[in-house]
């Protein structure tokens, strides 16, 4: 089956005013509408169609542009959506908190390490909080629409929560602001689907 591209489980304005409406509506609907419609057209007919997009990202062939580009797309805007809520859900506790605090020392810190690395990600790109087997949680970014679970790609493992630095993320409300944007973002993290990622992938 053709990949889908995902309805959100908010609608477009529930997230101001940390992201307006016309930035989500356009985010989603046009670019995350694109990378879909072109990673369906990447693997129609190959040896990829009918994988899911795990499998895919994680034995991709790097030098295949149209599946790394639209793939990443794909399941980074995928991701995105899910970890983010109204206002906020829940809040940071249990086993994610603890491998937060050993990482990091505290959540100040890892929110710290967060905000830095996405914004010294030059250009457009992504920051990550991923999990290891076993636990371990880290924290890097990735260029393009690259991401964790692609061969080679930094601090690997599985990625829980992602912030997308491209300009279209932000730049009709935040213009160059790109730290004002990151701490918004804060704002809005549903930490209780973290909280489940962390746990399925640990």
Not at 13 to 26: C, F, K, R, S, V
Not at 116 to 121: E, F, L, P, S, Y
């Amino acid at each position: 089956m053709a990949f889908q591209l995902p309805e959100l489980d908010y609608a477009y304005n529930a997230l101001e005013p940390n992201i307006d409406a016309q930035t989500m509506e356009i985010h989603h609907s046009k670019h995350h509408n694109a990378y879909t419609a072109k990673l369906n057209g990447a693997v129609a007919g190959t040896d990829l169609e009918g994988k899911s997009i795990e499998d895919i990202l994680a034995n991709l062939d790097m030098s295949n542009g149209g599946v790394r580009n639209n793939g990443g797309g794909f399941y980074n805007h995928s991701l995105f959506w899910k970890v983010m809520s109204p206002e906020g859900k829940g809040a940071l506790s249990g086993e994610l908190k603890e491998a937060i605090d050993a990482a990091f020392g505290s959540k100040e810190a890892f929110m710290e390490a967060f905000s830095n690395a996405a914004a010294t990600q030059f250009g457009s790109g992504w920051a990550w909080l991923c999990v290891h087997k076993g636990g371990k949680v880290e924290v890097c970014s990735t260029p393009n629409q690259d991401n964790p679970l692609m061969p080679g790609v930094t601090c690997g493992g599985t990625p829980i929560l992602g912030l997308d630095v491209w300009e279209h993320a932000y730049y009709l409300n935040y213009q160059n602001r790109r730290p004002d944007y990151i701490n918004a973002f804060f704002n809005v993290i549903n930490w209780t689907e973290v909280e489940r990622r962390f746990n399925e992938a640990k």
